[in-house]
């Protein structure tokens, strides 16, 4: 079992889980909405009474001044009629009451009633003791509001039982919901636990396994090893041999040649050496990455290191039409390197930048001393640069570059730039590279500060000595 059902199993833990505390939650904001719910309920059915009660007041205060009570005045039935319509229109205008307005049915109502109240205020004025005419009419016309609002009073309890009980429903199917994921979350969280010992057992075995397999592969590559090494001397014998007598024929150190056979022998001569190179390439390639290779170290002066590195390169200066300049810090201190790697690796950059430049263009080296004490050589083209995949793809075994102006000559063997790498950090280095289309391409090769030493000679007993003193930390 891999590790894709312990990820699907933790997934699905942690879905069950949101749904658990989501439910939680939930309850909060169902209970609160029930509260408001209940909240509005009480408010329709206060506002309701409230109009009903004064209504029943003002009928009753109008059918006793009517009748000729003497404890009812005009004044008494115009303050009740006041008082009603007072009430209404608190009702119905307040901001507070907003919640009335949800409920059509009330607010319909409410006003209508206002609207008849209205009508019926010049007869309510008018209205004489003994005056049943009257009376009957203001009766007939508000007496029917009472039992209007008494019936929406009792479908607002309705509506609110009818809430109450979908939230008991609500409550019940989130309880269920939040048992379910807790007990999937417990089973889950069993498994899990089992996945996991099983995952670790299998973890075991497989570390058994590359151990024994990195054994065997370390059995690999000395067999790799050993086969290059045979393979590089088998090749390199009769490569010596055609490079030097097509090298010979085409000096014509024998006698002259038709001009066609002194080209081809060029030819021959310039596809062995290229065939020598990658040869070498590969095996340096091959021992880096396996870790053979022991550094030759000694101390030598930078500057004496990059000036021969630019001699080896003058022939292609013409080839190429290039110019290389120098600009060397004074007062360097030397440092402690293998020769022939680092001179290497300064060709190789410099190779590159001069083929990968335009004809007449310039090539800068400088060397100057880092901040932290260690030394830095840049190499700097005017080319055409390189994206950010192409440095990705420059920087692989045997990645080439085809575009520029090196198409036009012989082709690289693509191991270059990662021997540099591997060479520099044997050196306890690094390769730094740096590329904008069309703005040139800039190769840094920065060494640490602990393999820099200055030399310091002095005179003692008549004699002349010296002596190396590491700079570096």
């Known amino acids: 079992m891999g590790r894709k059902p312990i990820i699907v199993m933790f997934l699905a833990l942690s879905l069950f889980s949101v749904i658990a505390v989501f439910t939680v939650i939930s309850f909060s904001s169902l209970g609160e909405r029930h509260n408001v719910e209940v909240n509005r309920a009480q408010t329709e059915l206060w ?17 006793m001044y009517a009748n000729g009570h003497g404890s009812a005045s005009h004044h008494d039935a115009m303050r009740r009629y006041d008082i009603l319509r007072g009430r209404i229109a608190a009702i119905l205008e307040t901001p507070g009451m907003a919640e009335l307005h949800a409920f059509e049915d009330i607010a319909g109502t409410v006003s209508e009633l206002q609207g008849t109240l209205s009508e019926l205020k010049p007869a309510i004025e008018a209205l004489e003791p003994g005056d049943h005419t009257a009376l009957n009419r203001i009766h007939t016309q508000l007496g029917p509001f009472s039992s209007r609002l008494n019936g929406l009073a009792s479908l607002v309890i309705t509506s609110t039982n009818d809430a109450t009980e979908t939230y008991t429903e609500d409550v019940e199917q989130r309880t269920l919901a939040l048992e379910f994921s807790m007990i999937v979350v417990i089973v889950g969280a069993l498994l899990m636990v089992a996945l996991l010992m099983n ?17 065997r592969a370390e059995e690999a590559s000395q067999a790799k090893s050993a086969f290059l090494a045979n393979m590089s001397h088998e090749l390199r014998t009769p490569l010596t041999g055609i490079i030097g007598f097509s090298g010979m024929m085409e000096q014509e150190t024998m006698g002259p040649l038709p001009p066609k056979y002194k080209e081809y022998a060029g030819d021959i001569e310039k596809s062995g050496k290229h065939l020598l190179d990658l040869i070498n390439d590969i095996l340096d390639l091959s021992k880096a990455e396996a870790n053979k290779i022991e550094l030759d170290a000694d101390v030598y002066p930078v500057k004496e290191i990059i000036r021969q590195a ?28 293998d020769r022939r790697r680092v001179v290497q690796c300064v060709v190789n950059l410099l190779s590159n930048a001069i083929k990968f430049s335009h004809g007449d263009t310039q090539v800068t080296l ?41 198409i036009q000559h012989e082709p690289g063997t693509g191991l270059g730039l990662p021997l540099v790498k591997l060479m520099m950090e044997l050196h306890g280095g690094t390769l ?28 003692g007993g008549g004699g002349n000595g010296g002596a190396f003193i590491f700079t570096g930390g």
């Open 47 to 63: 506002a309701v009474a409230q109009v009903t009660l004064e209504l029943e007041r003002t009928l009753h205060i109008l059918r």
């Open 199 to 215: 995952e670790t057992l299998r973890a075991r075995s497989l570390l058994t396994h590359a151990q024994t397999s990195e054994q």
């Open 310 to 337: 630019n001699r080896l390169v003058a022939g292609l200066l013409d080839t190429y039409s290039v110019h290389v300049t120098l600009d060397i810090a004074e007062d360097l201190p030397d440092f402690r390197i």
């Open 432 to 459: 730094e590279l740096t590329s904008k289309p069309g703005k040139g391409t800039t190769a840094r090769l920065v060494f640490p500060p602990d393999i820099m030493v200055k030399r310091q000679t002095g005179d």
């Open 366 to 406: 400088n060397a100057v001393q880092t901040a932290n004490g260690g030394l830095s050589i840049t190499i700097t083209d005017q080319g055409d640069g390189m994206t950010a995949d192409e440095l990705k793809l420059a920087m692989q075994p045997f990645g080439q570059i085809r575009h520029g102006p090196e």
